[in-house]
């Protein structure tokens, strides 16, 4: 069944992608989850050119970057009205966009952009309707490397979505740039089904994320079921990061980024990376973790088990090892276990522990681990 699967989504591929250099410039805009950094969970409209050269020189100086994490993505409220030509303007705050995505450039870093298929931004600002060919060349000629296109219009139907998100796509795919495409529609009209075949490289699946505990968890854990229809240059996407905003402790920061690894979703850090803990910075930059989400298998994990507040998650690796993440939902410390062969492992396992970076016992039969309140025990098991 998983290698007809696997047969069925190569030929829709194929089907959605004829042309052998297109496919081979949208999947190289996206092969792995994107990693990188948004402006709008910590700074929303406060954003500004003098903000985003500092999130791309801490980007570097943090060690993020070597981690993995090269976009530098501006968000809402960036943009002015539009010139005698109709060409869109940024507004005061950015008052040469060539001029900064150069400087992000310079840092080995890239550079991404927001707009919405309405007349008007979420946040009120000048939209890309009537305007997708123009707007993307002046993305083109900054250089501007990844488009978050965001549905801001009360309501939709599947049809006007795909028409929309197809306009964008087909204008940057005409200026000969790649671009990263990402889809923001908040799961509406089953976006995962459609979202390739408009030149999706990831696609919302929730509503807008907070740092609240309670709202992370809801969003992460409902991702159950989705994973079939992510795939190297495809991705969905159940929002940014909060790590690092203070609303959650650590244990709960640390169930956000093993859940969103484990996912295979982009990592998009929506904090301010000038202030960072140390906590913050180890968390994000845990090379163990990251590689999970960045596996070049490219498999989405899911829930192989649940009782209750516990749940147990697993995503197949390229080496042939299991990520598994053990979730206490619960407000006290719980013993979890998972069975071997819940992971189609017969006999002993070599077990790592990816947040201590330590490798433990050898299992024989089950793995067990005592897991905090809202916390994780995160493992990487492989066959002996």
């Known amino acids: 069944m998983k290698i007809n699967r696997f047969i069925w989504l190569l030929a829709g591929a194929l089907c959605l992608f004829p042309a052998a250099s297109s496919r081979a410039q949208e999947q190289n805009a996206g092969p792995t989850p994107p990693m990188g950094w948004n402006s709008w969970n910590h700074f929303a409209e406060r954003v500004d050119d003098r903000g985003v050269r500092a999130a791309a020189d801490a980007l570097v100086a943090s060690g ?20 005698a030509q109709g060409f869109i303007q940024p507004n005061q705050k950015f008052p040469d966009m060539k001029a900064l995505a150069d400087y992000v450039h310079s840092k080995g870093l890239k550079i991404g952009i927001y707009s919405s298929p309405a007349a008007k931004t ?45 306009k964008m796509h087909d204008a940057l795919k005409k200026t000969g740039r790649p671009m990263v495409l990402s889809l ?7 976006v995962w089904e459609w979202g390739p075949s408009v030149g999706g490289n990831l696609w919302r699946t929730t509503g807008d994320i907070s740092d609240q505990y309670r709202v992370m968890a809801d969003i992460g854990f409902s991702q159950n079921g989705l994973e079939k229809f992510a795939r190297p240059g495809h991705w969905n996407d159940p929002d940014m990061l909060e790590v690092g905003n203070g609303g959650m402790n650590e244990d709960e ?15 998009i850090a929506g904090n301010d990376l000038t202030r960072m803990t140390p906590f913050t910075v180890e968390l994000l930059t845990n090379r163990e973790v990251i590689a999970v989400d960045q596996d070049p298998l490219g498999k989405q994990g899911y829930r192989i088990a649940q009782e209750g ?24 410390t719980e013993q979890m276990t998972v069975k071997l062969s819940q992971l189609g492992i017969e006999g002993e396992a070599s077990v790592r522990d990816l947040w201590l970076r330590k490798d ?21 098991i492989k066959a002996r």
């Open 64 to 83: 993020m970057k070597d981690a993995g994490y090269v976009y530098i993505n501006i968000d809402d409220t960036w943009e002015a009205g539009r010139d």
């Open 122 to 166: 979420c946040a009120g600002y000048e939209g890309s309707l009537g305007h997708e060919e123009q707007d993307a060349q002046s993305y083109a000629k900054w250089g501007i490397d990844y488009l978050k296109y965001d549905w801001c219009q009360s309501s939709g139907t599947r049809e006007e979505m795909i028409a929309a998100y197809t």
């Open 184 to 190: 923001c529609e908040y799961g509406w009209n089953k």
């Open 253 to 267: 920061y640390r169930t956000h980024m093993s859940l969103w690894a484990i996912l295979a979703a982009p990592l």
């Open 309 to 332: 507040p516990f749940e147990i998650w697993m995503k197949p690796l390229a080496d042939g090892s299991k990520a598994v993440g053990l979730f206490n939902r619960q407000r006290s």
């Open 360 to 380: 433990l016992e050898t299992a024989s039969g089950a793995f067990s681990a005592y897991v905090p309140s809202h916390g994780v025990v995160m493992v990487r």
